[in-house]
Nanobody, 118 residues
Framework: QVQLVESGGGLVQPGGSLRLSCVASRSVFRLYAMAWYRQAPGKQRELVAV???????NYANSVKGRFTISRDNVKNTLYLQMNSLKPEDTAVYYC????????????WGQGTQVTVSS
């Protein structure tokens, strides 16, 4: 059974910070990698950050140096620490598992809304 439950979103001013959490079922968390995606209004869903089960991380150029992905393999929880937030970071944020590089599960959670605005 696939479980993906995101939380931690909200309204924040430009320059502020948020930390997102994603609780996943154990079977999902043991996949090749876990990742954060986001979808802004009128745009396609895009990859934000990836953390493999081996400990490697990768980021979209737009968030490098501002966002940090991490995972707690005991709690089956994925995190996204977002600092220096910009209005263009406004989106619904989702987590998902990668069965192999770049290939997600078909199921998605409900996502968590992040709004960056003054």
């Amino acid at each position: 059974q696939v479980q993906l439950v995101e939380s931690g979103g909200g309204l924040v001013q430009p320059g502020g910070s948020l930390r997102l959490s994603c609780v996943a079922s154990r079977s999902v968390f043991r996949l090749y990698a876990m990742a954060w995606y986001r979808q802004a209004p009128g745009k396609q869903r895009e990859l934000v950050a990836v953390a493999t089960s081996g400990g490697s991380t990768n980021y979209a150029n737009s968030v490098k140096g501002r966002f940090t992905i991490s995972r707690d393999n005991v709690k089956n929880t994925l995190y996204l620490q977002m600092n220096s937030l910009k209005p263009e970071d406004t989106a619904v944020y989702y987590c998902n598992g990668h069965v192999r590089p770049g290939v997600t599960l078909e199921s998605w959670g409900q996502g968590t809304q992040v709004t960056v605005s003054s």
